[in-house]
């Protein structure tokens, strides 16, 4: 993985192995933090054709880049690499202006951790007696506890290095997901040590801690006046003369001044303190991430400090999430982060302010004949890699897009988006229909608004991390054009959208499948009214939802039988006759040029009055649609048929 200077996010399901990577990376300054469950089971359990010769072992790579200019003297990067340096690169890498000669240093870190080789022979002997995975387990357990060690190399050769050099190069703090108000006070001391080794600022603690005793000495000068006497007249009444020692009586303070500075919490309202483990987590929280950014003091080229948390948004309100996001995304877009940042979340409260750049996506593969781990940078993936723009147009528009709710997806395993709001609500509830498991299966619905599938599909085309992706879409068709022609049902079949075939054409990746209205609707709401005409109670009562109570009273009276509309007609409210007048007008002609189709054409001109009225009220019917009790039976299962196409693709994703 190639990681950002600044801020890093990593994103992906329940273990995918966001925790395995900074531990990884915790690794570099606290290599002792390792025990026999950080070895691949999935190898181990596979022994008897993968380690019967050679004992398994973990090697991580870890390579830097730094650059270094000519003229900068106070630069000790140089020192701290030099035994990892790759020195080939060196001269490739050199870039000379007028000013000053800069250098792109490679450096790289190879650390294994392996069985000693005195005891190799020790081990194949002992692996070929092994008969069951238990037994290995066990015996690689006490292998690993008496016999394992670090080594670390450049990469390039096998000579050994000391693994003090590499420890010392970073400065790696760890902020897990469980936090106290004790996290804070650490880092508070942290600082003050660091105040403290300033030589000047040392002799001016030291005169202040001599100055302290002479005052104490005085206050209990009683006391030590009265111990010493008592230890004067001893006279080896209890045997301290014979041995040689007498007893003192002195001052000398003790004092620590990292546990003499305290944080507390002050109500701003009353004016009063409390300890700050007697305030909440949030805020706690906050406290502690801000101070471990804000009071690190890292000079460039001395100091390279690396901050690891783990699931900031812990006991966070999504709003301070995003609060405190937006702060360290800001201090990363100005180059003021001082460090190198890694953050695991689950939070898309978090990923909707970091930025696109910042995010890596791992993902753990469990379906293949080999589980493996895949990962991928949103920066890398986002970067077209030919004369196209797809990527880049996709990338500027997440940017502006990708809220909170959209960020979802990221998070997801399957994907399923959507135009609308009404698909997205009445999805679940077609799902739970049909027996598909919406929230095992970790589902994402999201809606686009609009026909801009293709900047969201561009997240996962190519990219190692497989994540399934359905597009339900509306093919838009228009049964009435604008100069009164009127369209067949034989042009609808043989109809394709012009967003449908550019999508089609462009995703060809297993992953991806598209889906839209095939009953003879051009939308999601008249394709569902459609599937539903045949069941009189629902369509009726689907056909109300956004009606006037005029026009609710004379399809009440009606039915859905275009001859008695027909009839009937003057008796339609004023508002609607016209409409409904031009619609009736429709159906005459189109039985007329294809009479085989004359109970299409009813449904048809029906599910498209439901559609002029439900068009400014989609999300209201759809609410309508699983909150009204009519429309669900006496165990709670909605009673509308899932429209053909929408079953199709969640067919294919359940798969």
């Given at each position: 993985?190639?990681?950002?200077?600044?801020?890093?996010?990593?994103?992906?399901?329940?273990?995918?192995?966001?925790?395995?990577?900074?531990?990884?990376?915790?690794?570099?300054?606290?290599?002792?933090?390792?025990?026999?469950?950080?070895?691949?089971?999935?190898?181990?359990?596979?022994?008897?054709?993968?380690?019967?010769?050679?004992?398994?072992?973990?090697?991580?790579?870890?390579?830097?880049?730094?650059?270094?200019?000519?003229?900068?003297?106070?630069?000790?990067?140089?020192?701290?690499?030099?035994?990892?340096?790759?020195?080939?690169?060196?001269?490739?890498?050199?870039?000379?202006?007028?000013?000053d000669t800069k250098y792109n240093i490679f450096a790289t870190i190879q650390a294994t951790?392996?069985?000693?080789?005195?005891?190799?022979?020790?081990?194949?002997?002992?692996?070929?007696?092994?008969?069951?995975?238990?037994?290995?387990?066990?015996?690689?357990?006490?292998?690993?506890?008496?016999?394992?060690?670090?080594?670390?190399?450049?990469?390039?050769?096998?000579?050994?290095?000391?693994?003090?050099?590499?420890?010392?190069?970073?400065?790696?703090?760890?902020?897990?997901?469980?936090?106290?108000?004790?996290?804070?006070?650490?880092?508070?001391?942290?600082?003050?040590?660091?105040?403290?080794?300033?030589?000047?600022?040392?002799?001016?603690?030291?005169?202040?801690?001599?100055?302290?005793?002479?005052?104490?000495?005085?206050?209990?000068?009683?006391?030590?006046?009265?111990?010493?006497?008592?230890?004067?007249?001893?006279?080896?009444?209890?045997?301290?003369?014979?041995?040689?020692?007498?007893?003192?009586?002195?001052?000398?303070?003790?004092?620590?001044?990292?546990?003499?500075?305290?944080?507390?919490?002050?109500?701003?309202?009353?004016?009063?303190?409390?300890?700050?483990?007697?305030?909440?987590?949030?805020?706690?929280?906050?406290?502690?991430?801000?101070?471990?950014?804000?009071?690190?003091?890292?000079?460039?080229?001395?100091?390279?400090?690396?901050?690891?948390?783990?699931?900031?948004?812990?006991?966070?309100?999504?709003?301070?999430?995003?609060?405190?996001?937006?702060?360290?995304?800001?201090?990363?877009?100005?180059?003021?982060?001082?460090?190198?940042?890694?953050?695991?979340?689950?939070?898309?409260?978090?990923?909707?302010?970091?930025?696109?750049?910042?995010?890596?996506?791992?993902?753990?593969?469990?379906?293949?004949?080999?589980?493996?781990?895949?990962?991928?940078?949103?920066?890398?993936?986002?970067?077209?890699?030919?004369?196209?723009?797809?990527?880049?147009?996709?990338?500027?528009?997440?940017?502006?897009?990708?809220?909170?709710?959209?960020?979802?997806?990221?998070?997801?395993?399957?994907?399923?988006?959507?135009?609308?709001?009404?698909?997205?609500?009445?999805?679940?509830?077609?799902?739970?229909?049909?027996?598909?498991?919406?929230?095992?299966?970790?589902?994402?619905?999201?809606?686009?608004?609009?026909?801009?599938?293709?900047?969201?599909?561009?997240?996962?085309?190519?990219?190692?991390?497989?994540?399934?992706?359905?597009?339900?879409?509306?093919?838009?068709?228009?049964?009435?054009?604008?100069?009164?022609?009127?369209?067949?049902?034989?042009?609808?079949?043989?109809?394709?959208?012009?967003?449908?075939?550019?999508?089609?054409?462009?995703?060809?990746?297993?992953?991806?499948?598209?889906?839209?209205q095939i009953k003879g609707g051009s939308t999601f709401e008249d394709e569902l009214f459609?599937?539903?005409?045949?069941?009189?109670?629902?369509?009726?009562?689907?056909?109300?939802?956004?009606?006037?109570?005029?026009?609710?009273?004379?399809?009440?009276?009606?039915?859905?039988?275009?001859?008695?509309?027909?009839?009937?007609?003057?008796?339609?409210?004023?508002?609607?006759?016209?409409?409904?007048?031009?619609?009736?007008?429709?159906?005459?002609?189109?039985?007329?040029?294809?009479?085989?189709?004359?109970?299409?054409?009813?449904?048809?001109?029906?599910?498209?009055?439901?559609?002029?009225?439900?068009?400014?009220?989609?999300?209201?019917?759809?609410?309508?649609?699983?909150?009204?009790?009519?429309?669900?039976?006496?165990?709670?299962?909605?009673?509308?048929?899932?429209?053909?196409?929408?079953?199709?693709?969640?067919?294919?994703?359940?798969?």
């Amino acid at each position: 993985m190639e990681f950002n200077e600044g801020l890093n996010v990593i994103i992906g399901a329940n273990n995918s192995g966001k925790t395995g990577l900074i531990h990884a990376i915790r690794l570099l300054s606290s290599p002792s933090d390792i025990n026999i469950n950080d070895f691949n089971k999935n190898n181990l359990i596979n022994y008897k054709e993968k380690y019967i010769d050679e004992a398994p072992s973990i090697r991580i790579e870890y390579d830097i880049q730094h650059e270094i200019f000519e003229g900068d003297t106070t630069d000790e990067s140089i020192l701290k690499l030099l035994p990892f340096l790759g020195m080939e690169k060196m001269a490739e890498s050199r870039i000379s202006t007028e000013k000053d000669t800069k250098y792109n240093i490679f450096a790289t870190i190879q650390a294994t951790f392996c069985l000693d080789s005195k005891f190799t022979e020790e081990y194949k002997k002992e692996v070929q007696d092994i008969s069951n995975f238990d037994d290995y387990f066990l015996m690689l357990n006490r292998y690993i506890n008496d016999h394992y060690l670090w080594i670390y190399t450049n990469g390039k050769t096998e000579t050994n290095i000391d693994s003090k050099l590499a420890k010392k190069i970073f400065d790696i703090q760890y902020i897990n997901a469980e936090r106290t108000g004790t996290d804070v006070a650490i880092e508070i001391k942290k600082d003050i040590s660091s105040l403290l080794k300033d030589s000047e600022k040392k002799r001016e603690y030291d005169a202040l801690i001599s100055e302290l005793n002479d005052n104490l000495k005085k206050l209990l000068e009683p006391s030590i006046t009265k111990m010493s006497n008592l230890f004067n007249y001893e006279k080896n009444e209890i045997g301290l003369e014979k041995g040689n020692i007498s007893i003192t009586s002195q001052i000398n303070s003790k004092l620590s001044a990292e546990d003499s500075y305290i944080t507390e919490v002050k109500d701003t309202k009353f004016n009063y303190n409390l300890p700050l483990v007697y305030n909440g987590l949030g805020y706690n929280n906050l406290v502690n991430i801000y101070m471990s950014i804000k009071l690190s003091d890292v000079k460039k080229g001395k100091d390279f400090k690396i901050l690891c948390l783990e699931e900031p948004e812990a006991h966070l309100h999504p709003a301070m999430q995003y609060k405190l996001f937006k702060f360290i995304s800001n201090l990363n877009k100005s180059n003021k982060l001082n460090q190198q940042v890694f953050v695991t979340t689950h939070s898309s409260n978090i990923t909707a302010v970091s930025g696109l750049d910042s995010m890596y996506i791992i993902q753990y593969d469990r379906q293949g004949e080999v589980s493996d781990c895949f990962q991928q940078s949103l920066k890398h993936q986002l970067t077209d890699k030919d004369d196209s723009t797809f990527k880049s147009d996709a990338k500027n528009h997440l940017n502006k897009f990708l809220d909170v709710t959209r960020s979802d997806m990221l998070f997801a395993d399957k994907i399923i988006l959507v135009e609308g709001i009404a698909e997205k609500i009445l999805l679940p509830i077609f799902m739970e229909k049909l027996g598909y498991p919406y929230e095992d299966d970790h589902i994402s619905i999201v809606e686009i608004g609009g026909k801009h599938f293709e900047y969201f599909i561009e997240v996962f085309n190519g990219n190692p991390v497989k994540k399934k992706i359905l597009c339900i879409t509306d093919n838009d068709f228009k049964w009435f054009n604008d100069d009164g022609e009127n369209c067949l049902f034989k042009e609808y079949l043989e109809y394709e959208a012009p967003h449908l075939k550019k999508l089609i054409s462009r995703y060809k990746f297993n992953e991806f499948k598209i889906v839209t209205q095939i009953k003879g609707g051009s939308t999601f709401e008249d394709e569902l009214f459609i599937e539903n005409f045949k069941n009189e109670d629902i369509v009726s009562s689907l056909f109300g939802l956004p009606l006037s109570d005029t026009m609710k009273e004379f399809c009440k009276n009606n039915g859905f039988s275009i001859n008695d509309w027909i009839k009937n007609k003057e008796l339609i409210d004023g508002r609607s006759i016209k409409l409904i007048s031009k619609y009736l007008d429709c159906y005459k002609k189109k039985i007329e040029l294809d009479p085989e189709n004359q109970e299409f054409y009813e449904k048809l001109i029906f599910s498209k009055l439901f559609l002029h009225y439900a068009s400014n009220k989609k999300g209201d019917v759809a609410l309508s649609l699983i909150t009204d009790k009519i429309f669900f039976d006496d165990k709670d299962i909605s009673k509308l048929i899932v429209p053909g196409y929408i079953m199709e693709g969640l067919e294919w994703l359940n798969q």
